[in-house]
């Protein structure tokens, strides 16, 4: 996504030196959650011995886990498909959003993270506006929820750029692009 590239490009202009790690779910092969895998994942969480297989695959949630932790800044690139997140995505928060890995729960408490606070930069582009004051918020079932994961479960302070309308009138759509690359720029620019 060209919106992504800008915003790497105004952080690197930022005068930081980052270590770039991109990951493209459509290049990568998420375990499936079922078999083993999904044994392994209650057998952790009620704190049970994994078996052999059970613990081969646990370490491949793991692997992907450890990856994001690694990350001193997120910058998560999103398209919105029928009104919420491509299918990649969810099969990806599914995989790294485990009990007593990245989060804890309790009836006193809720949701507590188990990771380390980081900032998080949500770059998003989709054919209608769903954001807060464009009418059609109630139909964002991508934005509100992808948010929220970042904020309850991944520790995440969260700034969203969306680039929307892309489908609309020639001039609406220019006029949001440059909105969505200024927006982008400037926050790369104000982080450190």
């Not at 770039?20 to 375990?31: A, E, F, G, H, Y």
């Not at 959650?33 to 392994?40: E, P, Q, T, Y």
């Not at 998080?120 to 918020?137: C, H, I, K, P, T």
């Amino acid at each position: 996504m060209p919106l992504a590239e800008h915003f790497i490009n105004a952080l690197q202009a930022n005068g930081e030196r980052w270590n770039i790690d991109k990951l493209n779910l459509w290049d990568v092969t998420l375990p499936a959650m079922d078999g083993d895998i999904l044994d392994a994942k209650y057998a952790f969480f009620q704190g049970q011995a994994l078996t052999e297989n059970q613990a081969a695959g646990w370490s491949q949630v793991r692997l992907h886990l450890d990856r994001f932790r690694r990350a001193d800044v997120v910058v998560l690139v999103m398209p919105i498909w029928n009104f919420g997140v491509p299918y990649v995505l969810k099969h990806y928060i599914d995989v790294i959003t485990q009990p007593g890995l990245c989060f804890s729960w309790s009836p006193d408490t809720g949701y507590q993270s188990l990771l380390d606070a980081k900032k998080a930069f949500l770059l998003s582009s989709s054919g209608q506006d769903f954001r807060v004051g464009s009418g059609n918020e109630q139909d964002d079932f991508g934005l509100t929820y992808i948010e929220r994961w970042l904020k309850t479960y991944m520790n995440c302070e969260v700034e969203t750029v969306a680039f929307a309308p892309t489908i609309a009138e020639e001039t609406r759509v220019i006029e949001a692009k440059e909105q969505a690359y200024s927006q982008a720029w400037n926050l790369a620019q104000s982080f450190n």
